[in-house]
T-cell receptor, first 110, second 111 residues
Framework: QKEVEQNSGPLSVPEGAIASLNCTYSDRGSQSFFWYRQYSGKSPELIMSIYSNGDKEDGRFTAQLNKASQYVSLLIRDSHPSDSATYLCAVSGGYQKVTFGTGTKLQVIP | DAGVTQSPTHLIKTRGQHVTLRCSPISGHKSVSWYQQVLGQGPQFIFQYYEKEERGRGNFPDRFSARQFPNYSSELNVNALLLGDSALYLC??????????FGQGTRLTVV
């Protein structure tokens, strides 16, 4: 079982719709959860971090965490074509390495 | 403030050669981590350093080594390069080792 699992996609959504990206993790001791956006040929860019159960909103982005289900999600409201990228879920267990999923490719169709 | 800077941005090496990649973290950040990313995969953890001490090591052969200097900059060294070492090498800077900010990466091609 992979430590951090994501559906590789591509996930296609029309412009203006809500994009929902999901991630599961295997280590119950994980404490910190991150979403990164990576455009083709570029390095990952941190867009959200979440540390406790529930929702965290930042502009058009909402991160959701359910530790009991070992599940993290990212919602992108009012999707723009510029949101088209690969979204990486990352998990950390304290002062330790950050483990990344393989990423979900999102395509926002104009 | 400057972000994480990596050098060089691109590099072509021949099999069997040695390579050194460099990273300067964000000012005030004491932790540097190195990742390898091959096409279509997420970043794979190689090393983490905090306050000049190795805090973690990923599942990479001993050909890979790293160090962190008193100014918190870091080097990643890879010996006896293989074709399979071709990848994007990412340096990430953080205050404590978790919330990480990446540099632009070094694209290494081994021929």
């Amino acid at each position: 079982q992979k430590e951090v699992e994501q559906n590789s996609g591509p996930l296609s959504v029309p412009e203006g719709a809500i994009a929902s990206l999901n991630c599961t993790y295997s280590d119950r001791g994980s404490q910190s959860f991150f979403w990164y956006r990576q455009y083709s040929g570029k390095s990952p860019e941190l867009i959200m971090s979440i540390y406790s159960n529930g929702d965290k909103e930042d502009g058009r982005f909402t991160a959701q965490l359910n530790k009991a289900s070992q599940y993290v999600s990212l919602l992108i409201r009012d999707s723009h074509p510029s949101d088209s990228a690969t979204y990486l879920c990352a998990v950390s267990g304290g002062y330790q390495k950050v483990t990344f999923g393989t990423g979900t490719k999102l395509q926002v169709i104009p | 403030d400057a972000g994480v800077t990596q050098s060089p941005t691109h590099l072509i090496k021949t099999r069997g050669q040695h390579v050194t990649l460099r990273c300067s973290p964000i000012s005030g950040h004491k932790s540097v981590s190195w990742y390898q990313q091959v096409l279509g995969q997420g970043p794979q953890f190689i090393f983490q350093y905090y306050e000049k001490e190795e805090r973690g090591r990923g599942n990479f052969p001993d050909r890979f080594s790293a160090r962190q200097f008193p100014n918190y900059s870091s080097e990643l060294n890879v010996n006896a390069l293989l074709l399979g070492d071709s990848a994007l090498y990412l340096c990430a800077s953080s205050e404590t080792g978790q919330k990480a900010f990446f540099g632009q990466g070094t694209r290494l091609t081994v021929v």
